[in-house]
């Protein structure tokens, strides 16, 4: 999807002030900062209206294409193939979105994920 950008998470820094804003720096100097124009420097407190809007995630370990037929023939046991390799990354979808890839993990007997890196979409 996309372009096809991919943004590593180890490049991400936590303790930067500048990983905190959510205003791009370099569209900042053509918005002036002008709190009267909307545009101003935003944080993560300015989002709290959306904290508790519900998402749908999403973890795709793998997809394939089989006939109806073939479907209806599967029993308890068959193995159906998928299109990715052990050890692949899979997709993690919010909203029917491609926003991340990842890990799948173990956690206290359940299964998890871990992102590994961000999809970066130019598309709004």
Same mark, same amino acid.
């Given at each position: 999807?996309?372009? *096809? ?6 490049d $991400?820094?936590?303790d ?9 720096? @370099? ?5 002036? *900062?002008? @709190?009267?124009? *909307?545009?101003?420097? /935003?944080?993560?407190t300015?989002?709290?209206?959306? $904290?508790?809007?519900?998402?749908? =995630? ?5 997809r394939?294409?089989?006939?109806v037929?073939?479907l209806?023939?599967? /029993?308890?046991?068959? =193995?159906?193939?998928?299109?990715r ?27 998890g994920?871990t992102m590994?890196?961000?999809? /970066?979409?130019?598309q709004?």
């Amino acid at each position: 999807m996309g372009n *096809g950008d991919d943004i590593d998470l180890t490049d $991400f820094d936590a303790d930067s002030e500048q990983s905190s804003s959510l205003v791009d720096p @370099a569209s900042e100097d053509a918005r002036s *900062g002008d @709190a009267e124009d *909307g545009f101003g420097e /935003k944080s993560a407190t300015d989002l709290g209206a959306v $904290f508790d809007v519900p998402v749908n =995630i999403s973890a795709v370990l793998g997809r394939t294409h089989m006939e109806v037929s073939d479907l209806l023939k599967l /029993k308890a046991g068959n =193995i159906v193939e998928l299109d990715r390799k052990v050890g692949e990354a899979i997709d993690i979808f919010v909203n029917n979105r491609l926003v991340a890839r990842g890990e799948v993990v173990m956690v206290e007997n359940r299964l998890g994920v871990t992102m590994t890196e961000i999809i /970066k979409n130019d598309q709004h």
